[in-house]
Each structure stands twice: as C-alpha cells, then as structure tokens.
C-alpha cells in the first residue's frame, strides 16, 4: 500500500524524535467526517512523542491538522498517538 503524502509528512516528523524509529506505525483510518492518523511506537517512545504537558504533541497536530485543506478532500485529518503507558 502506496504511503500518502500526509503519512510522509508525519513520518518526517516523527523519526527525528524517536530513540526507536523502526517501531514506528502509522494506521490511517477512515470515518464520514475524518481522516484519523494513528502514531504508534515504542512504550519508550511515547514519552518522547508527547512531549511535556504535551507541547510535542499539540505541535504535530497543529502541523498536521493544518495540512488538511490540501491534502484531505474536505475531510477533517486528526493525529492521534497511542499511549501504550495506560
């Protein structure tokens, strides 16, 4: 399955963060309203991916959420990180 441009984009973010890269999974999942983009890594990852009172995270979304009008044929994107710490 062909990456899309929003999962490179969040890739190119991401790695650059991680201390495990290669653990790192994006699942794109479709709704009727949203385009959700699932980050998955490492447990020891999450940490890093979520940054203090989550101020990593916030500006993924930011980035990412604002590239919806480009990319997204009016579907709203949401970025989601799966916390493997709960």
């Known amino acids: 399955m062909a990456e899309t441009d929003i999962e490179s984009l969040i890739r190119s973010l991401v790695i650059p963060l991680l ?50 009008s480009r990319w997204a044929n009016s579907k709203r994107v949401r970025l989601l990180i799966n916390d493997h710490r709960h």
Request: net charge positive; aromatic share 4%; charged share 25%.
């Open 19 to 68: 201390k495990q890269p290669q653990a790192l999974s994006i699942t794109q999942k479709d709704d009727g309203r949203y385009h959700r983009y699932i980050i998955d890594v490492a447990p020891n990852d999450v940490g890093r991916l979520i940054g203090r009172q989550g101020h990593v995270a916030a500006a993924l979304r930011t980035i990412v959420e604002g590239t919806q």
